[in-house]
């Protein structure tokens, strides 16, 4: 039978030039944000994070927004190169109390194109 | 630092049997999580832990799962008997408390024919 899964978003840039990924998180009382990048075949890896009491941090190449307002969340990735093809998650953490778990949304698959 | 090791990274097992995940967390990290990874389902969180002890285990899908971590170093998450809805990626994550950095093993595939 035909099988099915997940849809993810998927965003197709050209090498070189900039790429936003958006996210939508969930819970307004989320304090602490985190965007991983996952490579096929390969556990998701640490990019950038931010906390509620910012609403923008930089990192090398990348920069992560946070919209509270909005509950919306970005990661700009600048002059994107073929190794930032992969599939970025991004979490929401609600600290202390007993709900530590990070929530994970369904991810975007980045395509870069030469 | 080595990162949060886990084995194996595969495992194919017939259906029914018992299959034994194995995660070792970063040294100083107080929280671990386990983690099932489908294309159906994404990322889900079955289950963690805060210093060794279970905090919240409302992910875990059946009692067929259990976990355990017996000290800060090791943990297990043991699924008996399996079922080929079980084939998944799983992920264990540690990190040093809440609010701080989350670093992921590279998964155990796992196959259930």
């Known amino acids: 039978g035909e099988s099915v899964g997940l849809h993810l978003p998927t965003l197709s840039v050209q090498e070189g030039d900039n790429s936003i990924i958006n996210c939508a998180y969930s819970?307004?009382?989320?304090?602490?944000f985190i965007w991983y990048k996952q490579e096929s075949g390969k556990g998701p890896q640490f990019i950038i994070d931010?906390?509620?009491?910012?609403d923008k941090r930089q990192g090398q190449r990348v920069t992560v927004l946070l919209n509270k307002t909005v509950k919306h969340l970005s990661l700009q990735i600048a002059a994107t190169q073929p190794g930032d093809s992969a599939v970025y998650f991004c979490?929401?953490?609600?600290?202390?109390?007993?709900?530590?778990?990070?929530?994970f949304g369904k991810g975007t698959h980045l395509i870069i194109q030469p | 630092d080595a990162g949060v090791i886990q084995s194996p990274r595969h495992e194919v097992t017939e259906m029914g049997q018992e299959v034994t995940l194995r995660c070792k967390p970063i040294?100083?990290?107080?929280?671990l999580f386990w983690y099932r990874q489908t294309m159906m389902r994404g990322l889900e969180l079955l289950i963690y832990?805060?210093?060794?002890?279970?905090?919240?285990d409302s992910g875990m899908p059946e009692d067929r799962f259990s976990a355990k971590m017996p000290n800060a170093s090791f943990s297990t998450l043991k699924i008996q008997p399996s079922e080929p809805r079980d084939s998944a990626v799983y992920f264990c994550?540690?990190?040093?408390?809440?609010?701080?950095?989350?670093?992921f093993g590279q998964g155990t595939r796992l196959t259930v024919v």
């Open positions: 040294s100083g990290h107080n929280s």
């Open positions: 979490a929401e953490n609600l600290s202390g109390g007993g709900a530590d778990g990070l929530t």
């Open positions: 832990f805060n210093n060794n002890v279970p905090i919240d």
């Open positions: 931010i906390r509620s009491n910012m």
């Open positions: 994550v540690s990190r040093r408390g809440s609010g701080t950095e989350a670093f």
């Open positions: 819970n307004s009382a989320s304090d602490y």
